[in-house]
C-alpha cells in the first residue's frame, strides 16, 4: 500500500470529523453492530484509476477491524464493472466510511481519467502534459499524485519548488525602473543554483528579452498557435518552453505539434469531473441465524 505523507492522513481525519462519521445515528439505529458484509468497490465508468489506497486508509481509520484489499492499482485503466477493491467485516463500519472513501476515489481517478485523455492526444510527440498549483486547498498533493498515476507530470507542488515570473511581479518592479529582462536577472542573480528560473510571457518582443536575460523556462502565456510556432523558431532550443493558458483538448495536439516541450493544463485539477465509482455492499447470509431469522427476535 502507497506511503503517503503526514498531510494526506490529516485531511483523511478532517474528513472524518467534517463527516461526523462516529456519530451515524442512522446506521446506529438500523444496522446492528453484529452485522457482516462484504463490499465492492466498482467503477462504473471508463477511466483511470487513482486514490485506491486513500480508500482503503478511509476505511481502515474509520474501522480498523475492517479487512480492505486492492484488486487493482492506481494507474489501472477502467471499465464499467470491473472490481476495484473489497473490503469486509462490519457492515455499520463500512456504510460509515463508504461516502469519503468514495470521495477521495472519485475526485482522483477524474483527475487520472482527464489527464490521461490529454496525454493521449499528444501521443508521439515530445511534449509533456503537467499540472498546475489551481488545486483544492489541502489536496494539493493528491491531486497532483492523480495527474502523474494519468500519466502526466507534475508543475511545481508549491512556491518553494522553483522562481516563476509572472505579469505582477514585473509590475511590483516598475517603481524601480526595471523591465522584463531586469528582473528576470535579478532573480537569476539571487536564485540558488539547485533552482530554475521561469518566465510567463505574451508578445515575441517579450519571448527575445527573456531569452537575452537567460531564462531557464519561458512560458508561452495565452498564445494562438502560430505565435507559438514563432517563438519557437526564435527560442531555437535555447529554453525549456512551456505552452500555457486556454489550452483545451480540442486545441492541444496543435500546440504539442509546434515543438514546446510542456504543456500546463490548470482545469486537471480546478474543475474535475468525478469518475463514477459505486460501492456495491452484500451481507453475509449466516445473519439470519445469528439473529433468529429475518424478523425474529435473536434466540
Same mark, same amino acid.
Given at each position: 500500500?502507497?506511503?503517503? %505523507?503526514?498531510?494526506?492522513?490529516?485531511?483523511?481525519?478532517?474528513?472524518?470529523? @467534517?463527516?461526523?462519521?462516529?456519530?451515524? %445515528?442512522?446506521?446506529?439505529?438500523?444496522?446492528?453492530?453484529?452485522?457482516?458484509?462484504?463490499?465492492?468497490?466498482?467503477?462504473?465508468?471508463?477511466?483511470?484509476?487513482?486514490?485506491?489506497?486513500?480508500?482503503?486508509?478511509?476505511?481502515?481509520?474509520?474501522?480498523?477491524? $475492517?479487512?480492505?484489499?486492492?484488486? $487493482?492499482?492506481?494507474?489501472?485503466?477502467?471499465? %464499467?464493472?470491473?472490481?476495484?477493491?473489497?473490503?469486509?467485516?462490519?457492515?455499520?463500519?463500512?456504510?460509515?466510511?463508504?461516502?469519503?472513501?468514495?470521495?477521495?476515489?472519485?475526485?482522483?481517478?477524474?483527475?487520472?481519467?482527464?489527464?490521461?485523455?490529454?496525454?493521449? !492526444?499528444?501521443?508521439?510527440?515530445?511534449?509533456?502534459?503537467?499540472?498546475?498549483?489551481?488545486?483544492?486547498?489541502?489536496?494539493?498533493?493528491?491531486?497532483?499524485?492523480?495527474?502523474?498515476?494519468?500519466?502526466?507530470?507534475?508543475? /511545481? $507542488?508549491?512556491?518553494?519548488?522553483?522562481?516563476?515570473?509572472?505579469?505582477?511581479?514585473?509590475?511590483?518592479?516598475?517603481?524601480?525602473? #526595471?523591465?522584463?529582462?531586469?528582473?528576470?536577472?535579478?532573480?537569476?542573480? /539571487? !536564485?540558488?543554483?539547485?533552482?530554475?528560473?521561469?518566465?510567463?510571457? @505574451?508578445?515575441?518582443?517579450?519571448?527575445?528579452?527573456?531569452? @537575452?536575460?537567460?531564462?531557464?523556462?519561458?512560458?508561452?502565456?495565452?498564445?494562438?498557435?502560430?505565435?507559438?510556432?514563432?517563438? #519557437?523558431?526564435?527560442?531555437?532550443?535555447?529554453?525549456?518552453?512551456?505552452?500555457?493558458?486556454?489550452?483545451?483538448?480540442?486545441? *492541444?495536439?496543435?500546440? !504539442?505539434?509546434?515543438? *514546446?516541450?510542456?504543456?500546463?493544463?490548470?482545469?486537471?485539477?480546478?474543475?474535475?469531473?468525478?469518475?463514477?465509482?459505486? $460501492?456495491?455492499? @452484500?451481507?453475509?447470509?449466516?445473519?439470519?441465524?445469528?439473529?433468529?431469522?429475518?424478523?425474529?427476535?435473536?434466540?
Amino acid at each position: 500500500m502507497t506511503q503517503f %505523507p503526514p498531510d494526506v492522513y490529516a485531511l483523511i481525519d478532517a474528513a472524518v470529523a @467534517e463527516d461526523q462519521t462516529f456519530n451515524d %445515528p442512522t446506521t446506529q439505529a438500523v444496522v446492528p453492530p453484529e452485522i457482516q458484509g462484504t463490499g465492492m468497490l466498482r467503477a462504473k465508468a471508463v477511466g483511470v484509476l487513482a486514490g485506491v489506497d486513500v480508500a482503503i486508509a478511509v476505511f481502515q481509520r474509520v474501522d480498523p477491524t $475492517l479487512d480492505v484489499k486492492a484488486i $487493482l492499482q492506481d494507474g489501472a485503466p477502467l471499465s %464499467p464493472g470491473d472490481d476495484i477493491a473489497v473490503v469486509r467485516g462490519s457492515a455499520a463500519g463500512i456504510l460509515r466510511a463508504e461516502r469519503i472513501a468514495l470521495n477521495f476515489m472519485q475526485r482522483m481517478s477524474g483527475i487520472a481519467s482527464d489527464t490521461n485523455r490529454y496525454v493521449q !492526444a499528444v501521443d508521439g510527440l515530445k511534449a509533456r502534459i503537467v499540472d498546475t498549483r489551481k488545486t483544492v486547498p489541502g489536496h494539493r498533493y493528491l491531486d497532483k499524485y492523480s495527474v502523474r498515476m494519468g500519466g502526466g507530470y507534475n508543475h /511545481r $507542488l508549491n512556491l518553494a519548488d522553483g522562481i516563476l515570473i509572472k505579469d505582477n511581479h514585473i509590475q511590483a518592479n516598475r517603481f524601480r525602473e #526595471m523591465g522584463l529582462k531586469d528582473v528576470i536577472q535579478l532573480a537569476l542573480a /539571487r !536564485a540558488s543554483h539547485t533552482i530554475k528560473v521561469e518566465v510567463e510571457v @505574451e508578445t515575441m518582443d517579450q519571448v527575445k528579452e527573456a531569452l @537575452e536575460a537567460g531564462a531557464h523556462i519561458i512560458m508561452l502565456d495565452n498564445m494562438s498557435v502560430p505565435e507559438m510556432a514563432d517563438a #519557437m523558431k526564435v527560442i531555437g532550443g535555447r529554453a525549456i518552453v512551456e505552452a500555457s493558458g486556454g489550452i483545451t483538448y480540442d486545441t *492541444v495536439r496543435a500546440v !504539442a505539434e509546434t515543438g *514546446v516541450d510542456l504543456i500546463s493544463i490548470g482545469g486537471l485539477t480546478h474543475s474535475v469531473d468525478a469518475l463514477d465509482i459505486s $460501492l456495491d455492499l @452484500e451481507f453475509d447470509q449466516s445473519f439470519d441465524l445469528l439473529v433468529g431469522g429475518a424478523h425474529g427476535e435473536p434466540s
